[in-house]
């Protein structure tokens, strides 16, 4: 019986030590290590040997040569066809951005607030319209390549049409842009439906009670409500639609005449072409398309930053 | 606190755990008495290589081979990268032999001269001279060559009948025979000329018309006359509706028999097999019915000894026994439709029954086959496929299209590091 005292007390002595033991200021890191070596691995590394590359001279074979700012001259300031591609290549890229993240905002939205509506089917529609984020490029590329074809695509069969969708613009803009809202509105519609579902019931009624139109509880309730996520889903889709490569390359191979080649399709095709790698000119011109989206994502977060 | 420890203990033995998996792999891969062999063959050639390798492995060889096959710009990505490692390299190589010089630049290659004394029968007599000759640079030889793989012309043996009776008489398809037989066939809705792979269509016509890629082996020049004249031929056939248009998917014409001539690698015959028309092969379009004028554009897979930083003597000559082992028993490569670089094949009579075997039938078709061997056909390469019909479409004009090319591939070249 004393010896069953005894354990006991120790036990709870233990306990007491334990949960009188302050943490020390390393405590924090031992949670944080895990993911600090992942991050270190697979992003903080790469990232500075990437910037350590773009003012060198590399084929991925031989030690790099390091040759300062020339890689950055070259693609900003001179006549080369690297100034071209980073040109046109950037022009490109925005011109996608500012036709597709509108639409890969509004449509989700849209979406997601006629499914709060609770329709009937409204399940096998969200998991409908979810599907498609599920697919690679590929496999959706394929399917609209189909869907646009000019020979035997459903949309000119349909309206007897004989237009060459990919081939000529502006279609190959609108092919690219299609392509892409259909395939990235499962994940901002989640996040919207999951942020219109926490909106209180009672701000409606007391905006039915006051006779408010649908537009007007849009747009002074629901959208104010979930500003925080639009702001999440907004900066993630920019940076997203930044890093265009897969839909152009294999719809449109960058065609026709190079007007939907963009840049993520020149930094690739420079450092790992055919031919010997051009890498440290590649990292320069990645570094500048980083640049690009930091400064653009800072802007939008100033912009629609929480005044209050 | 000991929890804690124990947790980031656990986290670190983990990472370890993979990196040593890793390590030990590579090693396993190394040690062993097998010669390990990577190509680019994935597609349904990929099984006749492996069938190749089974037949080679059933003599029981000392150094038995393990077939990787990768597709190929994972393969492409993957050399420069392990090289430098020096880690993992395999012991034989597919690659095209478009590669080699600048592979050789790039100190990626150990050439095979300080074995081949032993092996004489691997040497330019046993081979076809285009694809043998591209495997030496600058006096070594870093190639064998496995096959010549050309680009020639289907044709349906029915619609030919119609259109051009006589045009198959000699062999040799001119573009003027084409452009009389599409007056005739376009009245009815059938193209006479698939555009298809626009490289091989642009250099067979270039090459035909002498031009050259380089003059110096370094600057290139394709921004001249014989250029624009070659993409010209090729825009006003367009415009005469004598070729497929822009959007039309040309293979698909040609299997639903509504094109009558169809420029394509020999590797699509089992592809073309499949469709129900009746069609035969000839050699790509021309533009003289002179037969010591022709050109076939041609590539060439070859086998190649990746740099290694200790070279097993032993296993090298294994690998080389593996090679010459090859060139005897080619015919499986020949049935996956290529064919084999090895003249050893024309004496055999089931190699002689396929479609493909009057490219090496006599020295003129043999001549006819030409590698556009330029260091930097890379770069090139990369532009036609990427920029393709532009010009012949009308999407930009020939003189733009042509300028744009040469400033790419020679700025491309001035940006290289230095030798």
């Given at each position: 019986?004393?010896?069953?005292?005894?354990?006991?007390?120790?036990?709870?002595?233990?306990?007491?030590?334990?949960?009188?033991?302050?943490?020390?200021?390393?405590?924090?890191?031992?949670?944080?290590?895990?993911?600090?070596?992942?991050?270190?691995?697979?992003?903080?590394?790469?990232?500075?040997?990437?910037?350590?590359?773009?003012?060198?001279?590399?084929?991925?074979?031989?030690?790099?040569?390091?040759?300062?700012?020339?890689?950055?001259?070259?693609?900003?300031?001179?006549?080369?066809?690297?100034?071209?591609?980073?040109?046109?290549?950037?022009?490109?890229?925005?011109?996608?951005?500012?036709?597709?993240?509108?639409?890969?905002?509004?449509?989700?939205?849209?979406?997601?607030?006629?499914?709060?509506?609770?329709?009937?089917?409204?399940?096998?529609?969200?998991?409908?319209?979810?599907?498609?984020?599920?697919?690679?490029?590929?496999?959706?590329?394929?399917?609209?390549?189909?869907?646009?074809?000019?020979?035997?695509?459903?949309?000119?069969?349909?309206?007897h049409l004989n237009q060459v969708w990919t081939g000529t613009q502006p279609w190959a803009w609108m092919t690219i842009v299609i392509l892409t809202v259909w395939w990235t509105i499962g994940g901002n519609m989640i996040i919207y439906q999951a942020a219109l579902n926490g909106i209180s019931k009672d701000y409606y009624e007391a905006a039915d009670m006051d006779?408010?139109?649908?537009?007007?509880?849009?747009?002074?309730?629901?959208?104010?409500?979930?500003?925080?996520?639009?702001l999440y889903t907004i900066v993630t889709t920019t940076i997203?639609?930044?890093?265009?490569?897969?839909?152009?390359?294999?719809?449109?191979?960058?065609?026709?005449?190079?007007?939907?080649?963009?840049?993520?399709?020149?930094?690739?095709?420079?450092?790992?072409?055919?031919?010997?790698?051009?890498?440290?000119?590649?990292?320069?011109?990645?570094?500048?398309?980083?640049?690009?989206?930091?400064v653009v994502s800072m802007v939008q977060l100033y912009l629609l930053r929480d005044k209050d | 606190m000991k929890k804690l420890r124990v947790l980031f203990m656990l986290t670190f033995s983990l990472f370890l755990s993979f990196f040593i998996s890793s390590k030990t792999d590579f090693v396993h891969a190394a040690s062993n008495k097998q010669i390990v062999f990577w190509n680019?063959?994935?597609?349904?050639?990929?099984?006749?290589?492996?069938?190749?390798?089974?037949?080679?492995?059933?003599?029981?060889?000392?150094?038995?081979?393990?077939?990787?096959?990768?597709?190929?710009?994972?393969?492409?990505?993957?050399?420069?990268?392990?090289?430098?490692?020096?880690?993992?390299?395999?012991?034989?190589?597919?690659?095209?032999?478009?590669r080699i010089k600048d592979y050789v630049h790039n100190g990626l290659l150990d050439s095979y001269d300080p074995y081949l004394s032993q092996f004489p029968q691997i040497k330019g007599k046993n081979y076809v001279p285009?694809?043998?000759?591209?495997?030496?640079?600058?006096?070594?030889?870093?190639?064998?060559?496995?096959?010549?793989?050309?680009?020639?012309?289907?044709?349906?043996?029915?619609?030919?009948?119609?259109?051009?009776?006589?045009?198959?008489?000699?062999?040799?398809?001119?573009?003027?025979?084409?452009?009389?037989?599409?007056?005739?066939?376009?009245?009815?809705?059938?193209?006479?000329l698939g555009l298809t792979w626009w490289k091989p269509l642009f250099l067979s016509l270039y090459g035909q018309m002498g031009g050259k890629l380089t003059k110096d082996g370094r600057n290139p020049t394709f921004n001249n006359a014989t250029s624009k004249k070659a993409?010209?031929?090729?825009?006003?056939?367009?415009?005469?509706?004598?070729?497929?248009?822009?959007?039309?998917?040309?293979?698909?014409?040609?299997?639903?028999?509504?094109?009558?001539?169809?420029?394509?690698?020999?590797?699509?015959?089992n592809q073309i097999k499949e469709g129900k028309i009746k069609y035969g092969v000839t050699n790509m379009p021309q533009i003289s019915s002179n037969p010591n004028k022709m050109v076939n554009w041609s590539s060439s897979h070859q086998f190649v000894l990746l740099k290694q930083p200790k070279r097993s003597k032993a296993k090298t000559k294994a690998t080389l026994k593996f090679i010459n082992w090859v060139r005897l028993h080619s015919l499986t490569w020949a049935e996956a439709g290529q064919n084999p670089a090895s003249l050893a094949i024309t004496k055999?009579?089931?190699?002689?029954?396929?479609?493909?075997?009057?490219?090496?039938?006599?020295?003129?078709?043999?001549?006819?086959?030409?590698?556009?061997?330029?260091?930097?056909?890379?770069?090139?390469?990369?532009y036609l496929d990427r920029y393709a019909y532009d010009a012949v479409f009308n999407k930009t004009s020939i003189s733009k299209y042509l300028k744009k090319m040469q400033n790419t591939v020679q700025d491309e070249v001035d940006a290289q590091m230095a030798d």
């Open positions: 019986m004393e010896d069953m005292l005894n354990t006991a007390k120790t036990a709870e002595n233990v306990r007491t030590k334990s949960r009188n033991s302050k943490p020390t200021k390393s405590h924090p890191l031992y949670y944080l290590l895990p993911h600090l070596i992942i991050f270190s691995i697979f992003f903080l590394i790469p990232l500075v040997f990437g910037i350590y590359v773009s003012f060198t001279k590399w084929d991925l074979v031989r030690t790099p040569d390091f040759v300062g700012l020339e890689n950055y001259k070259n693609i900003l300031f001179s006549n080369s066809i690297f100034h071209d591609q980073l040109t046109s290549g950037l022009w490109h890229t925005i011109l996608f951005v500012l036709l597709s993240v509108p639409f890969c905002i509004v449509v989700p939205l849209l979406l997601a607030v006629a499914l709060n509506t609770k329709p009937f089917l409204g399940k096998f529609f969200q998991g409908l319209f979810y599907l498609p984020s599920l697919f690679s490029i590929s496999a959706v590329v394929i399917v609209w390549s189909l869907i646009f074809n000019p020979n035997y695509g459903p949309l000119n069969t349909l309206f006779g408010a139109s649908s537009w007007s509880k849009f747009i002074h309730i629901t959208l104010p409500s979930i500003r925080g996520q639009l997203a639609q930044f890093n265009i490569y897969g839909q152009p390359l294999m719809l449109t191979n960058g065609g026709p005449n190079g007007s939907t080649s963009v840049l993520m399709m020149n930094i690739q095709q420079n450092a790992f072409g055919s031919g010997q790698s051009l890498a440290g000119l590649s990292s320069a011109m990645a570094v500048i398309l980083g640049i690009c989206i930091t | 680019p063959f994935t597609g349904p050639d990929g099984t006749n290589m492996q069938k190749l390798i089974n037949q080679y492995n059933k003599t029981n060889p000392e150094y038995k081979v393990k077939n990787v096959s990768l597709t190929e710009s994972d393969m492409y990505s993957k050399i420069p990268t392990i090289v430098n490692s020096g880690k993992g390299i395999p012991d034989l190589q597919i690659v095209h032999v478009e285009e694809a043998w000759k591209n495997g030496k640079y600058e006096g070594h030889r870093y190639g064998v060559p496995l096959d010549i793989h050309t680009t020639f012309m289907y044709y349906n043996k029915d619609l030919v009948k119609k259109y051009a009776p006589h045009a198959l008489d000699d062999n040799i398809v001119t573009f003027k025979e084409i452009e009389e037989a599409g007056k005739k066939s376009q009245k009815d809705g059938i193209t006479a993409i010209n031929l090729y825009k006003r056939l367009r415009e005469e509706k004598i070729t497929s248009q822009d959007g039309q998917d040309p293979m698909q014409l040609f299997l639903t028999g509504k094109d009558i001539f169809f420029p394509e690698g020999i590797w699509m015959n055999n009579a089931k190699y002689n029954n396929m479609q493909q075997s009057f490219l090496l039938s006599n020295k003129t078709e043999q001549n006819s086959l030409t590698i556009f061997d330029y260091r930097y056909n890379g770069y090139l390469a990369d």
